[in-house]
């Protein structure tokens, strides 16, 4: 099946519907060191039998035309700087927010589905009414804004037109928060997915349910034991229980965070404990791409790292380029030191060979903005399986 990936950055989307079955047809980034990494990883890709277009320029300006009898899928991370928790906030306003251009792609293309990803702050309450109207025109996009027309009156047509029943929507859309550890990435990672299938295939479809769960992680190390005895650590090197477990793993049992057949969360320490410690020259540590001991990591407010025997605190691109102090390890001695980029691409569940292009601060950019490889994958493949 076909697909075109807009606003790729680093490629894990785009990988992840790789893995699922689709193939590309266009790849749009615009930003140079992302395309970079794009091109020294296409063997990534074309292994799926695939030749794609790669559009290295602004989203705005790549033309549909040739793709629109063809293409099946359109996906993409619109860039998420205007809701996120880490940024301006400036919604709607910022000149950053793609998600006309990907309207207008939907519109254009009319593909069989849609897959849209961005992060938690799109549902702050600030922002309801902005994205009522990325719902409502991912649901008509055949009903574009008018010349000279506010967002806001724009809006207030599509609601009259979608209350009153006259058109059915020209696709039906889901959207919902998903947690990136609740399906094996070691990660806690929320993130909106927007899903949207064209009304005449009347699919009926729904968002795969979780497979991992923070209950089966507290269980299998305070009161099994197996995550401790799977690392080989012994109980005199283990830390001490929290307070009250059992209560906690009652009111996740209550809250219906555990269901029979889940796993435990996956940690960092089940990420990257294999890999040589790159803070100490070590045999086979240079044949590993990425992997470089990057000083100068410190602990302060709000930015204290991600423990080793949690899922890690969300990745984050960072204002201007450089990451946050959440992109550090704490050790087991309790310092703290930067994750390296192989690190990083492990936590985002990148495969060791897949190369990152650019400095250290640009690479964890990509890294921070990327949608974990195998999250997408995984809402990619339940796409498929009803597309097919």
């Not at 000149?95 to 254009?108: I, K, L, T, W």
Request: proline letters at 7%.
């Amino acid at each position: 099946m076909s697909s075109i990936e807009l606003f790729a950055g680093a490629g894990g989307l785009a990988m992840g519907m790789a893995n699922a079955g689709f193939q590309h047809s266009a790849v749009v980034e615009w930003d140079k060191d992302a395309c970079q990494t794009i091109r020294e990883n296409r063997h990534h890709y074309d292994s799926h039998g695939e030749d794609f277009v790669l559009f290295d320029g602004d989203a705005r300006d790549f033309d549909l035309t040739p793709f629109v009898d063809d293409v099946e899928i359109i996906s993409g991370g619109p860039p998420c700087q205007p809701f996120s928790l880490g940024g301006k906030h400036k919604g709607n306003l910022d000149e950053r927010d793609m998600f006309p251009v990907a309207v207008r792609a939907v519109n254009r293309a009319m593909p069989k589905a849609f897959i849209f990803e961005n992060v938690k702050g799109l549902l702050r309450q600030s922002f309801a009414s902005y994205f009522e109207y990325i719902y409502l025109q991912l649901s008509y996009p055949d009903k574009p804004k008018r010349a000279k027309e506010s967002w806001e009156d724009h809006l207030g047509r599509l609601e009259a037109l979608h209350s009153s029943g006259k058109q059915r929507p020209t696709y039906n859309v889901c959207f919902r928060l998903l947690n990136a550890a609740d399906y094996g990435i070691p990660q806690k990672r929320e993130r909106v997915f927007i899903v949207g299938f064209r009304s005449d295939l009347k699919v009926e479809w729904s968002f795969p349910e979780p497979t991992h769960s923070e209950y089966g992680l507290l269980h299998s190390k305070w009161i099994t034991g197996e995550y401790w005895k799977r690392h080989k650590i012994p109980k005199s090197k283990r830390p001490q229980a929290p307070p009250n477990i059992e209560a906690r793993l009652q009111r996740l049992e209550a809250a219906k965070k555990h269901a029979p057949g889940r796993q435990p969360w996956v940690t960092v320490r089940d990420a990257i404990s294999d890999l040589p410690n790159p803070e100490k020259s070590s045999p086979g540590l240079f044949e590993i791409p990425n992997h470089v001991f990057n000083p100068g990591a410190r602990s302060y407010k709000g930015h204290t790292g991600s423990p080793y025997d949690e899922p890690s605190k969300t990745l984050k691109a960072g204002a201007h380029g450089v990451p946050g102090g959440e992109n550090m390890l704490v050790k087991d001695d309790g310092s703290v030191r930067y994750f390296t980029v192989r690190e990083a691409a492990r936590i985002q569940t990148f495969p060791d060979n897949y190369v990152f292009h650019g400095a250290w601060s640009e690479t964890m950019r990509q890294l921070g903005n990327a949608v974990p490889v195998k999250l997408a994958q995984v809402v990619a493949q339940s796409v498929a399986a009803v597309l097919r």
